[in-house]
């Protein structure tokens, strides 16, 4: 008779269930490390909201612009993109584009909610 876990499908198995407990792992020291200490992080966090939404926007802009040099430079790609991530990352969470993003939101809000 032939076991089911002949072909494979074990070896997946284990694999998932250690990237499972690996994540976890990971998930209670991020949590072990959150303080309610300033630092530069808390910065960084507190204006994530326009980062997580306007970063869309300039990834589509850059990947449809440098799409051809890039195809054929993987590494000088990922040097890139490292780069690129921190820029957006330090430009976005800047006060100047959270102050914008709330006046603009605020404005919907307060169209939208005329009638109440």
């Known amino acids: 008779m032939r076991s089911i876990y002949s072909d494979g499908r074990l070896f997946g198995m284990i694999t998932r269930l250690c990237l499972l407990v690996l994540t976890t792992v990971n998930a209670l020291i991020a949590y072990k490390f959150m303080t309610n200490s300033k630092n ?5 966090g507190r204006n994530s909201l326009v980062v ?6 300039i990834c589509k802009i ?7 040099y890039f195809a054929h430079h993987n590494r000088i790609f ?3 993109l490292f780069g690129a991530t ?3 990352v330090f430009v ?7 102050d914008i993003f709330n006046r603009i939101f605020n404005k919907i809000n307060d169209m939208l909610m005329v009638g109440n």
């Open 40 to 44: 530069i992080l808390t910065k960084f």
């Open 52 to 57: 997580y939404l306007l970063h869309l926007f």
């Open 62 to 68: 850059f990947m449809k612009t440098c799409e051809s």
């Open 78 to 80: 990922l040097v890139f």
């Open 86 to 88: 921190f820029l957006i």
């Open 92 to 98: 976005l969470s800047r006060d100047i584009f959270t």
